[in-house]
């Protein structure tokens, strides 16, 4: 007995029996697995001995515990021959009980007699079943008369990994399938045509292959019938692309096959499309050239009347043994060498942007975009690639690796091309997978030419091309690479260039190449071209799951508009070609730019604060802890202390640094400082004496205010300068009780004077200081105005630090509409529990917020999910700082949809943000 539970099965005997079988496992460790295995290979290697001695149709193939029943030749399962249910229902009826779908497995529950019984009963079957005529017999036999078995033999190293890719992930089945179709024009014997088909399965190996469970072995079946459906669309021809889409997404049977599939679709009397269908493990697109002239051949014979006598092919085990020559070759330890030299540090892993968040597993949805280049431009490259002695096929790869290398800023680019993979005689008329993936490092100095650098990718491509014999797989294993389950493959970019394909005569009919419906991908993107001679027809194959349609059509153009530039000036760096087609142009430089608002001109903030002063007096301006404040006692506050500082020579231009806590009074001395008509420059209360001294030594300031607690520390950094450079400090609690009028001031500055100047983090060791002038300072509150509408209902918290630009905003911007500035303490900031409680009880409606903070605030909401904070009245969250992962921007907004977010970036320089970009939906396909 086997017992199963999960999810889906919560009754607690289940559930107990699970654990306990589980605690055993535990136990046992992996021994007992192993022994399980093993005791299987005996029995499915004692059966398939007994069906090969006694010639029958069926062998068991096995995977772990796991073993399945399979038939082939006129027995094969697709055929649902009746001696095979017999078989299983006689079985039945001795006590030996197969699942529906024949697959069985054995558990630690069978002991060793009940694996000797299945033995004899199956033997049993066997013998009753030939005694009552009804042999399962393998009657297949070859020219001389003698029984034809199956050949078996291993896996090369690439149909193993992709052996290997389907299991992890079904989807790669159909990724993985080498498709075409064809309109056949004129009158089809569709019998003879069918009869043309099988002839090509019996005339390639590779067609009648399956692959054994483990993935470890091929067999060669000796025959294998041939099913060609026709299928009638004349009176429903829309049914036809509907039908080709279905027939896309199936998915084949690789230890049962076939892995091919042939299918007449009719239009009319004389009209049909062909659809071919391979698995990429027994045949690559190099196959189907190959398939469709054997094929024309055939079915020309056949209408004729005629016996076809074609030259043998090369079959795919001739492909495996001149592999395994050329592993035992100098070429080949030369070819090892010059591969594993080149990736000694790995391979390169191309970081391209993407629309999406790449998946945790690639789930290979695709789809295809198609582009034109005109004959003109082809003729123009084609002329720069002989001038530099190049194929069209280098100059287009380059011009490709040169594109990726602007778009992705690096300076190494890997991507791959394909190779056929036949460097025997005889090899290119053979039916297997023996392509492979030729890569193509790319350097790139961004001042150099784009002459300079086609002649080092040419360079670098003769290389590879020498070089080429080598597979790919085996680079992946000799390089001890792991596959990252969220891409396709180790190198997810491919180029290829191919020639219009030139189809053979067939008797009375017409050949025409016809598009099928494109909705997988092997790799990230694949730039597929066709030269049909007058012009080239570009096919961009990509992930759907990373890269939106207008993603790519804009990629096109950027691909045709470097072209164009580097015919125009080959000369020219690489780093100065324009990408930009001009409807582009106009977009980036004149659509997206149009984002001029009226504000108002010819004013200060302080003259706008005072308005609202006079309409809302009493209206409360900003709130800290317990404190609060009302716009009328605000600017009184700071009317009398910006005469206390113009009585100590503050004036236009003049700055004077802040070190306090944030507070009420911060904001006070705020905008006493602009109503002086000086500039203030914060700084950190955190920071030592060293960094205190580097900025007042940057800064030249002649004036410093600070709190009582941060004068001890200032006075060690001030005394660190020469004498004559030292500011005056004076004690900020001191000159906050001094009494002034409270009269508004005159104003004393204008709006090209400087506003406040915040030093940044100073990366080179040396802080450097970012002066704001009060028409940027104006323009970026307004920004933020609009962006996120507010109104004297608003309540924006000021969390950031005083020495962080996104502080400007918080401290002042709703004091322009009659909102209200919320001031938090740094305990209160730095602490996602007390600022969502802040968010939620003080009524705040605009937060902002680093990524990183933001993430931990999501981690608490998540572990304490149905306990979330009620934040419906908050009205935008705005990240800024860091870049916001997209997961995290999700997160935020499955859990609360109704807050919208707007994404803030923007260096200090430029007054704060540059950038806001609004996102209402969780990102991701």
């Given at each position: 007995m086997i017992f199963f539970a999960g999810t889906f099965c919560k009754h607690p005997l289940t559930m107990a029996a699970a654990k306990a079988a589980l605690t055993h496992l535990k136990e046992q460790g992996p021994e007992l697995q192993q022994r399980l295995n093993e005791r299987t290979a005996d029995f499915v290697r004692t059966l398939n001995f007994f069906f090969e001695e006694e010639n029958v149709a069926i062998r068991v193939a096995h995977f772990g515990s796991l073993f399945l029943f399979e038939s082939f030749g006129k027995y094969h399962q697709l055929?649902?021959?009746?001696?095979?249910?017999?078989?299983?229902?006689?079985?039945?009826?001795?006590?030996?009980?197969?699942?529906?779908?024949?697959?069985?497995?054995?558990?630690?529950?069978?002991?060793?007699?009940?694996?000797?019984?299945?033995?004899?009963?199956?033997?049993?079957?066997?013998?009753?079943?030939?005694?009552?005529?009804?042999?399962?017999?393998?009657?297949?036999?070859?020219?001389?008369?003698?029984?034809?078995?199956?050949?078996?033999?291993?896996?090369?190293?690439?149909?193993?990994?992709?052996?290997?890719?389907?299991?992890?992930?079904?989807?790669?089945?159909?990724?993985?399938?080498?498709?075409?179709?064809?309109?056949?024009?004129?009158?089809?014997?569709?019998?003879?045509?069918?009869?043309?088909?099988?002839?090509?399965?019996?005339?390639?190996d590779a067609l009648r292959t399956v692959f054994a469970a483990d993935g470890e072995t091929q067999t060669v079946l000796p025959s294998l019938p041939v099913d060609v459906p026709l299928l009638d669309f004349s009176e429903h021809p829309h049914a036809v692309a509907e039908w080709l889409e279905?027939?896309?997404?199936?998915?084949?049977?690789?230890?049962?096959?076939?892995?091919?599939?042939?299918?007449?679709?009719?239009?009319?009397?004389?009209?049909?499309?062909?659809?071919?269908?391979?698995?990429?493990?027994?045949?690559?697109?190099?196959?189907?050239?190959?398939?469709?002239?054997?094929?024309?051949?055939?079915?020309?014979?056949?209408?004729?009347?005629?016996?076809?006598?074609?030259?043998?092919?090369?079959?795919?085990?001739?492909?495996?043994?001149?592999?395994?020559?050329?592993?035992?070759?100098?070429?080949?330890?030369?070819d090892e060498k010059y591969w594993l030299n080149l990736f000694s540090n790995g391979l390169p892993m191309l970081d391209f942007p993407t629309d999406y968040p790449r998946p945790n597993a690639f789930t290979f949805k695709g789809a295809r975009y198609q582009e034109r280049c005109d004959a003109s431009l082809y003729d123009q490259v084609r002329e720069l690639g002989k001038s530099r002695r190049c194929t069209p096929f280098m100059t287009m790869i380059s011009a490709y690796t040169a594109l990726i290398h602007r778009i992705t800023g690096n300076e190494e680019v890997l991507i791959g091309f394909p190779g056929a993979g036949r460097f025997f005689e005889g090899s290119e008329q053979l039916v297997g997978y023996c392509a492979h993936f030729v890569p193509f490092y790319s350097r790139m100095d961004f001042s150099q030419s784009f002459n300079d650098y086609l002649d080092n990718a040419k360079q670098t491509l003769i290389e590879a091309y020498e070089h080429q014999q080598y597979p790919f797989s085996r680079l992946i294993r000799k390089l001890d690479l792991s596959q990252d389950l969220s891409r396709g493959a180790m190198i997810s970019f491919e180029f290829n260039l191919d020639r219009l394909t030139r189809f053979p005569e067939m008797s009375g009919l017409k050949l025409e190449q016809s598009d099928l419906p494109m909705n997988h991908a092997k790799y990230d993107l694949i730039l597929d071209i066709l030269d049909i001679g007058?012009?080239?027809?570009?096919?961009?194959?990509?992930?759907?799951?990373?890269?939106?349609?207008?993603?790519?059509?804009?990629?096109?153009?950027?691909?045709?508009?470097?072209?164009?530039?580097?015919?125009?000036?080959?000369?020219?760096?690489?780093?100065?070609l324009s990408l930009l087609t001009e409807a582009q142009r106009h977009q980036l430089l004149v659509e997206w730019n149009n984002t001029e608002r009226a504000i108002p001109k010819n004013t200060t903030f302080h003259e706008l604060f005072e308005e609202q002063v006079r309409q809302i007096p009493d209206q409360t301006a900003a709130v800290f802890g317990t404190e609060k404040t009302t716009y009328h006692e605000l600017n009184c506050h700071a009317n009398r202390f910006a005469r206390i500082l113009t009585e100590n020579g503050v004036g236009p231009d003049v700055l004077v640094a802040l070190l306090a806590e944030r507070s009420i009074d911060?904001?006070?001395?705020?905008?006493?400082?602009?109503?002086?008509?000086?500039?203030?420059?914060?700084?950190?209360?955190?920071?030592?004496?060293?960094?205190?001294?580097?900025?007042?030594?940057?800064?030249?300031?002649?004036?410093?205010?600070?709190?009582?607690?941060?004068?001890?520390?200032?006075?060690?950094?001030?005394?660190?300068?020469?004498?004559?450079?030292?500011?005056?400090?004076?004690?900020?609690?001191?000159?906050?009780?001094?009494?002034?009028?409270?009269?508004?001031?005159?104003?004393?500055?204008?709006?090209?004077?400087?506003?406040?100047?915040?030093?940044?983090?100073?990366?080179?060791?040396?802080?450097?200081?970012?002066?704001?002038?009060?028409?940027?300072?104006?323009?970026?509150?307004?920004?933020?105005?609009?962006?996120?509408?507010?109104?004297?209902?608003?309540?924006?918290?000021?969390?950031?630090?005083?020495?962080?630009?996104?502080?400007?905003?918080?401290?002042?911007?709703?004091?322009?509409?009659?909102?209200?500035?919320?001031?938090?303490?740094?305990?209160?900031?730095?602490?996602?529990?007390?600022?969502?409680?802040?968010?939620?009880?003080?009524?705040?409606?605009?937060?902002e917020l680093v990524p990183s903070l933001l993430q931990i605030i999501m981690d608490e909401v998540s572990r304490n999910d149905e306990t979330s904070p009620d934040l419906s009245g908050l009205r935008w969250l705005v990240p800024t700082g860091e870049a916001l992962p997209p997961k995290l921007c999700a997160q935020w907004l499955t859990h609360f949809p109704k807050i919208p977010v707007l994404n803030a970036y923007g260096p200090t320089e430029c007054s704060d943000d540059v950038s806001h970009y609004r996102i209402d939906q969780p990102p991701g396909p």
């Open positions: 055929l649902q021959p009746i001696e095979m249910d017999l078989f299983f229902y006689l079985l039945l009826e001795k006590g030996v009980y197969t699942w529906e779908k024949r697959v069985s497995c054995f558990s630690t529950a069978h002991t060793d007699e009940d694996i000797k019984y299945i033995v004899e009963k199956i033997k049993e079957t066997i013998y009753e079943m030939r005694d009552n005529g009804f042999s399962i017999e393998d009657t297949r036999s070859g020219k001389d008369g003698s029984v034809v078995k199956p050949e078996s033999y291993p896996v090369t190293e690439a149909q193993k990994q992709l052996w290997f890719l389907t299991r992890l992930n079904e989807n790669a089945i159909p990724a993985y399938t080498e498709s075409m179709a064809l309109k056949l024009n004129g009158p089809l014997e569709p019998e003879l045509f069918r009869d043309a088909i099988q002839q090509v399965v019996e005339r390639h279905e027939n896309s997404r199936q998915k084949m049977n690789l230890e049962t096959g076939p892995l091919f599939c042939f299918t007449l679709l009719r239009l009319d009397e004389n009209t049909h499309i062909l659809v071919v269908n391979l698995h990429h493990t027994i045949a690559d697109g190099f196959s189907l050239l190959t398939l469709l002239q054997d094929m024309s051949a055939f079915y020309t014979s056949r209408c004729e009347g005629m016996d076809t006598a074609l030259n043998p092919v090369p079959q795919y085990r001739d492909f495996m043994q001149w592999q395994e020559d050329y592993f035992q070759t100098d070429k080949f330890e030369a007058d012009e080239l027809h570009l096919k961009f194959e990509y992930a759907t799951d990373l890269f939106s349609e207008e993603r790519i059509q804009r990629l096109a153009g950027h691909y045709l508009t470097l072209l164009r530039e580097i015919v125009a000036d080959p000369a020219r760096p690489v780093g100065e911060f904001l006070t001395v705020m905008l006493g400082v602009f109503k002086a008509g000086g500039a203030y420059l914060p700084l950190d209360p955190l920071h030592p004496a060293q960094r205190l001294y580097q900025v007042l030594r940057e800064s030249r300031t002649t004036l410093v205010l600070a709190e009582q607690p941060f004068l001890s520390v200032l006075t060690e950094a001030a005394e660190r300068l020469p004498l004559e450079k030292r500011p005056r400090i004076l004690a900020l609690e001191e000159l906050l009780r001094e009494k002034r009028s409270e009269e508004n001031l005159p104003v004393r500055y204008t709006p090209n004077d400087l506003a406040y100047t915040i030093y940044t983090s100073g990366s080179t060791g040396v802080p450097k200081g970012a002066m704001v002038e009060h028409k940027g300072m104006l323009n970026h509150l307004y920004a933020k105005i609009f962006e996120l509408d507010l109104t004297e209902t608003d309540v924006v918290a000021q969390n950031a630090t005083q020495c962080f630009d996104i502080s400007v905003w918080q401290f002042l911007s709703a004091l322009l509409v009659g909102g209200r500035t919320h001031i938090c303490s740094d305990e209160v900031s730095h602490d996602p529990v007390q600022l969502l409680d802040q968010v939620v009880n003080k009524g705040v409606t605009i937060l």
